[in-house]
C-alpha cells in the first residue's frame, strides 16, 4: 500500500509538471465522455422509455457503469501497451529483477490520471438520476454502492488481465482487446434488450453485465435481479483470482526475446 | 525502405507536372497501403468490432420499435439498413491522420515531413487513402457481407441512388481526412493530444449522424448542422442510399459535400502554415 502511494505520487508529480497539458488533456477527455451520453439524450426527445426503463434510469445505468470503468482506465494503460512494450520489447526482464510483484509493477508504473474524469461525470450523473427518480436510498445502499463499483472495477480488471496475459504465449498481436473492449458499450442498456444467447455471455463469459446492469437493478429498486446482485462481489472475486493464476502461469512461461 | 524513392520529385516544382505530382502522392499512397498490410490480422478482429458495435443497435433499436411502426419517417427496416449501412462505410472513411501526427511529433519525426518536398498535408492524405484501399478490401466488403448474412439490411434504392452513394462516401473519405489532418495539427502545439482525440472521435460519431439519424435531433441542433460539414460524413450518404435524398437532390448534396472538402482542405492548409512555423521557433 505505502509502495502503491509511492509510484502514484511519483507519476503524478511527473503529469503535473505540465499544468497545461494535463488539464488540457482531462477536460477534453471530459468533454468525450459527456459526448458519449449524447445518443441516450438525443434518443430520449422521440421516445418515452426503453423498453420499461425510463431516461432517468438509463441515465443512471450509464453513469454507473462510467464509475468503476474509470477507475480501472486509471491503471490499465500498460495493460494495452503490454504486448508492445513489456513482451516485444523485453522492458518485462526489468521487472523481475525487483522484488515486487510483476502484476504490480505493471499496473502502477503508468497512471491515466485524466480518467478520474469519468469517476466524477459518472458520479454526477448517477446523483442527478437518483434526485429525479426518488428512488429510496438507505444508508446501507452508500456501502453497497462502494462494494459494487470496486466489484466492477475488479471485473474489468479480471478480464482485461486475462487478455493481456495472453502475450506471454503469443507474441503477435491478433488485437483481441480492442472487440472486447467495445462489449463495454453492451452494458450501457438494459441486459433485457438482448437476446439469450448475449445475455449469457455478457453474465457468464465477459461479465461485464455484473459490473453495471446488475448492480444498477438493485439501486432502483428492480427486484428481478436481486439473486444477481448479491452475486456479484462473488463473480468479480472468483474472475480476479482466475485472471491472477493465468497471469502467473504466464509469468512463469515467460522467456526473454533476449533484447 | 525502397519506397524512398518517390519523394524527390524528378524536376523542380515550379515547373508543374500532373504526371509527376500523381506519381509522388501514388508513392504515399501505396506506402499507405503496404504499412496497413503488416497489420492485416487486426482486420479480422475489426469485422468482430464493427459487428458487434450493429448489433447493440440492432437490438436498442428493436427495443424502441416495439411500441412504434414508424419515427421520423424511418421504419425499423430502413433504421436498421441506416446503422448497418452507416457502420459500413465507416470502416472505409475512417483513418488516423491526426494520431499518427501526434505519433511523429512525440518520436520528433514531424521535422523529418517538413523537408520534404511535398505538401505535407498531401502526403498525409495520400497516405491514409492508401489504408482506406486496404480497409475496403480487408474490412468493409467483408464486413458487409457479414451485416448482410446476419441482419435484413435493405437494398439501395434504385441503381443511381447507389451510384450517387458510392461517389458520396468517397467524399466522405476526403471530409474525414480534412477534419483530421486540421485536428492533427494540433498536435504540434499540445503534449498530450489524446484527450482532444477522443472528444473529436464522439463528436464525428455522433454529429456524423452515425449512432442516430440527424433527423432525431431537436431542430436547433438540425439547423446548427445544416452549416456544418459533419452530417456530410454519414448521413447524408446513407440517405442517398435509402432513397431519402434522390435525383437531383443527389447533385445537390455531393456539391456541398465538395464544397466542404475544398473548404476543409483550406482550413488545414492554413492551420499547419501557422503550426509548422512553431515547429522551427523551437528547433524541430
Keep these: 500500500m505505502r ?22 488533456a482531462f477536460f477534453s477527455s471530459m468533454a468525450a465522455t459527456v459526448l458519449g451520453f449524447g445518443f441516450v439524450l438525443v434518443l430520449f426527445t422521440k421516445i418515452p422509455k426503453l423498453q420499461d426503463w425510463s431516461f432517468y434510469e438509463i441515465l443512471f445505468l450509464y453513469g454507473f457503469s462510467l464509475i468503476p470503468l474509470g477507475f480501472f482506465n486509471v491503471v490499465s494503460w500498460n ?33 491515466r490520471l485524466e480518467s478520474l474524469q469519468e469517476v466524477i461525470t459518472g458520479i454526477f450523473v448517477v446523483v442527478v438520476a437518483v434526485e429525479r427518480l426518488n428512488v429510496p436510498w438507505p444508508a446501507v445502499d452508500y456501502l453497497w ?66 459490473a453495471s446492469f446488475y448492480p444498477t437493478t438493485h439501486f432502483l429498486g428492480r427486484d428481478t435481479f436481486n439473486i444477481y446482485f448479491y452475486l456479484v462481489p462473488v463473480v468479480a472475486a472468483s474472475f480476479f483470482i482466475l485472471a491472477l493464476f493465468v497471469w502467473n502461469r504466464g509469468v512463469e512461461n515467460y522467456s526473454s526475446t533476449g533484447s | ?70 419515427i421520423e419517417g424511418f421504419d425499423f427496416g430502413q433504421l436498421l439498413t441506416y446503422v448497418a449501412v452507416g457502420w459500413t462505410i465507416r470502416s472505409f472513411y475512417y483513418n ?25 498535408q498531401w502526403m498525409y492524405i495520400a497516405q491514409a487513402l492508401g489504408e482506406s484501399a486496404f480497409r475496403l478490401t480487408m474490412l468493409t466488403v467483408p464486413t458487409a457481407i457479414v451485416l448482410l448474412l446476419v441482419f435484413p439490411v435493405r437494398k439501395p434504392a434504385s441503381v443511381g441512388n447507389f451510384m450517387g452513394f458510392l ?51 431537436p431542430h436547433v441542433f438540425q439547423t446548427m448542422f445544416a452549416y456544418m460539414p459533419f452530417e456530410y460524413i454519414s448521413y447524408i450518404p446513407v440517405l442517398i442510399y435509402l432513397g431519402k435524398i434522390s435525383g437531383v437532390g443527389i447533385l445537390k ?32
Excluded at chain 1, 509502495?3 to 488540457?24: M, N, P, S
Design chain 1, 145 to 210: 454502492f462502494i462494494l459494487m463499483v470496486a466489484s466492477g472495477a475488479l471485473i474489468y480488471l479480471a478480464v482485461f488481465l486475462m487478455l493481456t496475459a495472453v502475450s506471454f504465449w503469443f507474441e503477435d498481436r491478433v488485437g483481441i482487446v480492442p472487440p472486447v473492449f467495445n462489449m463495454l458499450t453492451f452494458g450501457r442498456y438494459p441486459l433485457t434488450i438482448y437476446n439469450v444467447f448475449i445475455q449469457f455471455m455478457l453474465s457468464w463469459i465477459i461479465p461485464f453485465g455484473f
Design chain 1, 79 to 111: 495493460l494495452y501497451q503490454f504486448g508492445d512494450l513489456y513482451i516485444i520489447q523485453g522492458k518485462f526482464d526489468r521487472l523481475l529483477l525487483r522484488p515486487v510483484d510483476t502484476l504490480f509493477q505493471v499496473l502502477f508504473e503508468k497512471f
Design chain 2, 1 to 70: 525502405m525502397a519506397s524512398t524513392d518517390f519523394a524527390l520529385p524528378a524536376r523542380p516544382r515550379s515547373e508543374f507536372s500532373l504526371v509527376a505530382t500523381a506519381r509522388i502522392y501514388g508513392g504515399f499512397l501505396r506506402v499507405g497501403f503496404v504499412n496497413t498490410m503488416a497489420y492485416r490480422l487486426r482486420y479480422y478482429t475489426g469485422i468482430v468490432t464493427y459487428f458487434i458495435y450493429v448489433s447493440v443497435y440492432y437490438f436498442i433499436w428493436k427495443a424502441i420499435y416495439s411500441h412504434s411502426v414508424s
Design chain 2, 96 to 120: 488516423n491522420i491526426d494520431q499518427d501526427m501526434a505519433g511523429q511529433v512525440l518520436e520528433g519525426k514531424l521535422a523529418m515531413d517538413l523537408i520534404k518536398p511535398v505538401n505535407t
Design chain 2, 167 to 217: 461517389i458520396s462516401v468517397f467524399l466522405s473519405f476526403f471530409l474525414v481526412a480534412g477534419i483530421n489532418f486540421a485536428v492533427g495539427t494540433f498536435a504540434v502545439r499540445l503534449k498530450s493530444i489524446l484527450g482532444l482525440l477522443r472528444a473529436k472521435y464522439f463528436l464525428l460519431e455522433l454529429f456524423s449522424g452515425l449512432l442516430i439519424p440527424i433527423s432525431f435531433f
Design chain 2, 253 to 284: 448534396a455531393l456539391g456541398i459535400q465538395i464544397f466542404w472538402v475544398a473548404a476543409l482542405v483550406a482550413i488545414g492548409h492554413a492551420l499547419w502554415t501557422l503550426s509548422s512555423k512553431q515547429i522551427t521557433i523551437q528547433g524541430g
Design chain 1, 3 to 24: 509502495l502503491f502511494a509511492l509510484y502514484f505520487a511519483q507519476y503524478a508529480k511527473v503529469r503535473l509538471e505540465y499544468k497545461a497539458d494535463f488539464f488540457i
